[in-house]
């Protein structure tokens, strides 16, 4: 009787085991992780990362998808049903648009992670060719007449974004301008604007590739990449003296992972983000990690500069989007005013 009895809790066992290990095998594996443009190289290092970590501490082997663009058209994807389990972008009013409009983001995102759900930001600075012919030096040498500024759109780019605010934001604190000469400030360099390409990285190609232009804005990781990988022997950095802190937030996208079936891996991968290791892998692509402790060590690799947040300095994001960004705002109206014929 009692060898009956085991006999039947062993295949019970056996059953439970056997139903778990098919679960777990039909969980889905693989993610899909929506970001802006000139972050592919972090990506590529830090999913190799985690999928080593993931299969090290669970013993399952997971794969990590990117999708790459401008971070306002990769918020507008997303929108249009681009099935993103993450999204990595490089300013709160993309993901918001996702709360908003969407409704794939919870309303209380920010409180999901550490750091407002912030990982690491970075800021705005100037790639000027060998030697700096033109002494640029500052946001006031942008206003130049003659002078090339390239920068991509502010309209689909938060690298454009950024941008654009750093140098209102000069306009006002530092020149103490009022918000009409900071706009007249802002026109001026925009005067100077040859081409508007959609990214950070089309902006970096016209710049480095094409060779058009005096100077490139940028954020400074991908200064620091183009320097790499031109061995400085074309290009040099210009810090100015003051920019923007330009915090990079990231989110679950629940109203796709509930569809998927995805919410346990992709909230994994995010909270690898805020791990030691995945922060000193973004402080190596001179990203500024939220950590702490981190950025102090690496702090070397950021340089002495004077940055502020756009909250701070010019109000909610939800205003300053509106204000300047929206259909008819401030940036239309003084780019367009320079492209009439």
């Known amino acids: ?40 190289e972090l990506y590529e290092e830090i999913n190799r990362s985690f999928v080593a970590h993931h299969a090290q501490t669970t013993g399952r082997r997971v794969a990590v998808r990117q999708s790459h663009g401008g971070s306002t058209r990769q918020a507008r994807a997303v929108l249009d049903g681009l099935r993103a389990d993450v999204v990595t972008l490089n ?8 709360v908003d409009r969407g409704g794939l983001i919870s309303a209380d995102w920010r409180n999901r992670w550490p750091h407002g759900s912030v990982p690491y930001a970075s ?12 002494g640029i030096r500052d946001w006031d040498d942008l206003a130049r007449a003659g002078l090339q500024v390239i920068v991509p759109n502010p309209k689909t780019s938060g690298n454009g974004r950024y941008s654009y605010l750093a140098a209102y934001a000069h306009a006002l604190r530092r020149l103490g301008l009022d918000e009409a ?37 940028t954020f400074e990781a991908e200064v ?20 923007v802190l330009a915090e990079m937030p990231v989110a679950l996208v629940e109203g796709v992972v509930a569809r998927k079936g995805t919410e346990r891996l992709a909230r994994a991968y995010l909270e690898y983000l805020f791990s030691e290791p995945a922060q000193e892998i973004m402080a ?58």
């Open 1 to 40: 009787m009692n060898i009956h009895r085991k006999a039947r809790r062993w295949c019970a066992g056996l059953v439970a085991a056997s139903w778990g290990f098919w679960a777990s095998a039909a969980e889905p594996r693989e993610i899909l992780n929506v970001s802006f443009d000139i972050s592919r």
């Open 284 to 341: 190596r692509h001179f990203y500024r990690p939220s950590d702490a402790g981190v950025r102090q060590r690496h702090a070397a690799s950021f340089g002495e500069m004077e940055l502020f947040r756009v909250e701070d300095a010019l109000g909610p994001w939800s205003k300053v989007n509106a204000t300047h960004f929206g259909s008819g705002g401030i940036f239309d109206s003084i780019y367009e005013r320079h492209r009439r014929p």
């Open 91 to 98: 300013q709160i009013t993309d993901v918001e648009a996702l």
């Open 181 to 217: 000469g900071a706009r007249d400030f802002v026109a001026r360099i925009f005067a100077n604007v040859p081409i508007l390409d959609t990214g950070g990285r089309g902006a970096t190609a016209t710049f480095v590739q094409r060779e058009i232009g005096d100077v490139l804005l």
């Open 123 to 134: 800021t705005i600075v100037f790639l000027v060719r060998k030697g700096n012919p033109r």
């Open 224 to 243: 620091h990449l183009t320097l790499r990988e031109l061995g400085g022997a074309r290009v040099d950095m210009v810090r100015p003296c003051t920019s």
